[in-house]
């Protein structure tokens, strides 16, 4: 299954605006990033498939990696929409979802004649329970994890949050045609039938993950902006600061700060080393300058 939008959504969560302005929800959509880009990896879209899955037995472990990888890609991708949403963690439906994967490890291990390695390890073992598990588990994790993340949304349907949750309810159906495959398929005599369910997944998860890639930028972007503006010009103004009166030890040292701390974090931390500087060296700034520091003083004192 290919997780190639769902890396891309991730990443999207997590453009490097959020490290220069360290929020709490662009911690879990790095881990999210992690997580995905290593689901992506293992599909064989970078090194050969057969490459990949030859060092772990030959065995299509790699395809189990892929389902865990992207388990918990969306788990914490999920909590940090819960975080931006401002939603409570109901911890028994917060960490369900990570229940499934002992499940998935051990219908995996049942399943008979895991080998060769090949992209359609799931569909031409579908005629054994084991892989009906497997495959079904981790489906219904996903499922799980999606719809509660539309259920955390549903008194914000409105504007970005709107698109997100419409597109996140297309990936929701796209995940269900996968389900009724794998149950039709298994426990039915209307395979034809089953398998012309299951091509809508395809179609259906890029389409909503697309939609909701779209809708998660512009609702992430519209939450960081206002703090980009009022702090970023600021930042870089005290950063190049240090750096051309070698205030630090380290020349990497503002780099560092600016890349490293909250903006409004390093702009107090810039501060303070320029003040420093002014007293270890029995100087003042040209006025210009102080002129500058202590309106970004004012600022500061302002937001506090």
């Known amino acids: 299954m290919k997780l190639l939008l769902f890396a891309l959504l991730s990443a999207l969560c997590l453009l490097r605006i959020p490290s220069v302005i360290k929020v709490a929800e662009s911690r879990t959509s790095w881990v999210a990033s992690v997580f995905g880009l290593a689901a992506l990896y293992v599909l064989g879209t970078v090194t050969p498939l057969e490459d990949i899955d030859s060092h772990l ?3 299509n472990v790699t395809n189990l990696l892929q389902a865990i990888f992207a388990l ?21 439906t917060y960490y369900a979802p990570l229940l499934s994967i002992p499940v998935m490890i ?4 049942l399943i008979a004649g895991k080998a060769p390695t090949a992209a359609d390890f799931i569909d031409t073992r579908m005629d054994q329970l084991a892989t009906a598990v497997y495959s079904g588990t981790y489906m219904f ?4 994890t ?16 709107a698109t997100f949750s419409a597109g996140l309810m297309v ?5 269900s045609c996968h389900i009724a495959y794998v149950v039709l398929y298994y426990f039915s005599p209307w ?7 299951g091509t809508w997944f395809d179609r259906l998860f890029y389409i909503g993950l697309t939609v909701t890639a779209a809708g998660w930028l512009i609702l992430f972007l519209s939450k960081q902006l206002p703090r980009l503006r009022l702090w970023m010009i600021d930042a870089l103004w005290l950063t190049a600061m240090r750096m051309r009166v070698n205030a630090d030890r380290s020349r990497v040292s503002p780099a560092w700060d600016l890349f490293n701390e909250t903006l409004e974090n390093g702009v107090y931390k810039s501060l303070i080393v320029l003040h420093n500087y002014e007293r270890v060296n029995l100087m003042e700034f040209p ?4 002129g500058r520091i202590s309106h970004i003083e004012a600022k500061l004192d302002a937001q506090t």
């Not at 890609?73 to 028994?92: C, G, H, Q, T």
């Not at 994790?141 to 799980?144: I, S, V």
């Not at 990936?171 to 995940?175: D, G, K, N, T």
């Not at 006025?287 to 102080?290: F, G, I, P």
């Open 57 to 59: 037995g030959g065995v």
């Open 72 to 92: 918990l890609a969306i788990f914490f991708f999920n909590d940090s929409v819960r975080r931006l949403a401002n939603v409570p963690v109901v911890r028994w």
């Open 106 to 109: 051990a219908s995996f291990s």
């Open 141 to 144: 994790a996903l499922l799980f």
């Open 146 to 161: 999606v719809l509660r993340i539309i259920y955390m949304l549903r008194h914000n349907a409105k504007g970005p949050y």
């Open 171 to 175: 990936v929701a159906v796209a995940v």
């Open 191 to 197: 395979d034809d039938f089953a398998r012309a369910i």
């Open 287 to 290: 006025e210009s300058v102080q």
